[in-house]
C-alpha cells in the first residue's frame, strides 16, 4: 500500500502561483513514476503532469511552460509548481503514484484526497 497526502491549494487570482506538494508513504519501492492529476467540475479527470524515478518529465499540453513538476527522492515528494494561473485551471488537483511504461504512464490506483485549486478574481 501506498499512502500520498497532498497540500497546497487554495484560492488565487489569475497569472498568479501556487505550489501543491504529495507527501508519499508506504511501499514506494514499487513505484517508479508519480504524477498529478486535476478534475474540474464535469470534467473528466485529467494527467497535468508525471515525473520519472530518473526525473523524466512529462506535461499536458494545456499547462507545458506554466507548471513545473519535480521531486525530492530522499524526502518521498513530489511538487507541481503552478505559475500564470488561468480559471480554467480551476479543479481538485490529485496526486498519484504509478509507473511508466514505453514512455505512457500508468496509475497504480493510489490516490491522495485531493486539493483544491480555485483561479478567480
Known amino acids: 500500500q501506498v499512502q500520498l497526502v497532498e497540500s497546497g491549494g487554495g484560492l488565487v487570482q489569475p497569472g498568479g502561483s501556487l505550489r501543491l506538494s504529495c507527501a508519499a508513504s508506504?511501499?514506494?519501492?514499487?513505484?517508479?513514476?508519480m504524477g498529478w492529476y486535476r478534475q474540474a467540475p464535469g470534467k473528466q479527470r485529467e494527467l497535468v503532469a508525471s515525473i520519472t524515478s530518473g526525473g523524466r518529465t512529462n506535461y499536458a499540453d494545456s499547462v507545458k511552460g506554466r507548471f513545473t513538476i519535480s521531486r525530492d527522492n530522499a524526502k518521498n515528494t513530489v511538487n507541481l509548481d503552478m505559475n500564470s494561473l488561468k480559471p480554467e485551471d480551476t479543479a481538485v488537483y490529485y496526486c498519484n503514484a504509478g509507473l511508466v511504461q514505453m514512455g505512457a504512464y500508468y496509475d497504480m490506483g493510489y490516490w491522495g484526497k485531493g486539493t483544491l485549486v480555485t483561479v478567480s478574481s
Open positions: 508506504g511501499s514506494i519501492f514499487s513505484i517508479n513514476a
